[in-house]
């Protein structure tokens, strides 16, 4: 690999290439985008040029430290990630002081074993706890020599003041549809049909379409959206609710696992009520990301003004902000399905929470 395999993040390659020519790389960076986006296939590529034995700018992607970078085991390159799970099966959701203690505080003091830099990346790292972001500010004030530590985060909301005024900001943007769709078609061979599809779903982001295409989200959403378009009744809405929640938790085994399942569909559920709005509002088609082609979005959308669409599209924003905070998945689900039902089915748009 080399830096022609990095897609739509040309401004940024530039920014690069030219710090290693001149050798004014900074001591921390903090690398801020959308999941997906191709910031640790960026990260990677970066650490192969720091320590490629050619030291030309670019990875040759054919010297033994290219190959070691690559394969995730040169010893001057660490990962740091959330731990999955703790020794009771627990799932974790955030990363803490002690890893920042053993896999960065004490190993970056040492020289580097065979290159010449030690790169340190926390992937996620807006999951670190506050006592975590403290502990790594000791290292960001007092970088040693030859190290390079990279922070890739999704928002910079969760980080300290302190941690981000430390860190270079480079953020990496939305990719556009058409090329989402090239990388999803000739780095994934997926067919171009559902390649289209899935590029305009996943907001400018190949991973996000890759998790779509995994956990077929898509045919979720569509299926709630038949249902919500057929739910008359009393109790109907339990009822889809309670299915809603079996489809997810069938993806995994623990309710952590059920609560990634629900997040991208709450997101693309989000985006399919913004389209309802924006065409209630008089947008033109090619600002929506849905399109046109789901009839049971269609046959919703006509019934709606843009005021119920507004809310719709609060609600589930909403919904995805309480799972996050690990609310309740089930009584979450049925009070967001009851109040879309109100919205959906004759009554008052319900006011912001």
């Known amino acids: 690999m080399a830096w022609s395999s990095i897609r739509g993040h040309d401004g940024v390659i530039e920014r690069f290439r030219q710090s290693l020519e001149t050798g004014r790389m900074s001591h921390a960076y903090l690398f801020v985008g959308p999941p997906g986006i191709g910031k640790e296939l960026f990260t990677r590529e970066l650490a192969k040029a720091l320590l490629c034995a050619q030291d030309t700018g670019e990875a040759c992607g054919l010297c033994p430290a290219c190959h070691k970078v690559e394969h995730g085991n040169h ?3 660490t990962f740091v990630r959330r731990i999955e799970r703790t020794s009771k099966g627990a799932r974790k959701t955030q990363i803490v002081i002690d890893q920042m203690r053993e896999e960065i505080q004490e190993p970056i003091a040492y020289k580097p074993f065979e290159g010449r830099f030690k790169v340190f990346v926390v992937a996620e790292a807006e999951r670190m706890t506050e006592e975590a972001q403290n502990c790594l500010l000791k290292t960001l004030e007092e970088p040693p020599p030859h190290s390079l530590l990279i922070l890739l985060a999704a928002r910079l909301e969760p980080f300290v003041d302190t ?3 430390r860190c270079q900001i ?6 556009p549809p058409a090329l ?9 061979q997926m067919e171009p049909e559902r390649a289209r599809l899935l590029a305009r779903l996943s907001e400018g982001s190949p991973g996000q379409a890759l998790r779509h295409e995994a956990q077929g989200t898509h045919e979720t959403a569509v299926w709630l959206l038949d249902s919500l378009r057929s739910m008359r009744g009393q109790g109907a809405e339990f009822i889809v609710a309670s299915e809603l929640y079996d489809r997810a938790r069938d993806q995994g085994s623990t309710l952590e696992d059920t609560r990634d399942h629900l997040r991208p569909l709450l997101d693309l559920l989000a985006l399919a009520w913004r389209d309802v709005l924006f065409r209630a509002s008089g947008f033109a088609d090619e600002m929506l990301t849905w399109g046109t082609d789901c009839q049971a979005l269609e046959a919703l959308a006509s019934t709606l003004s843009a005021a119920r669409a507004r809310r719709l599209t609060e609600l589930f924003a909403e919904a995805r902000d309480h799972l996050d905070a690990n609310a309740n998945i089930k009584l979450l689900l049925e009070n967001l399905l009851l109040n879309v ?7 008052a748009p319900i006011g912001a929470r």
């Open 75 to 77: 010893p001057d390159v």
């Open 163 to 165: 941690v981000v005024s």
């Open 170 to 175: 480079v953020r990496f943007r939305p990719l």
């Open 180 to 188: 989402v769709e090239e990388i999803l078609i000739d780095g994934h």
């Open 341 to 347: 039902g109100a919205l959906l089915h004759g009554g």
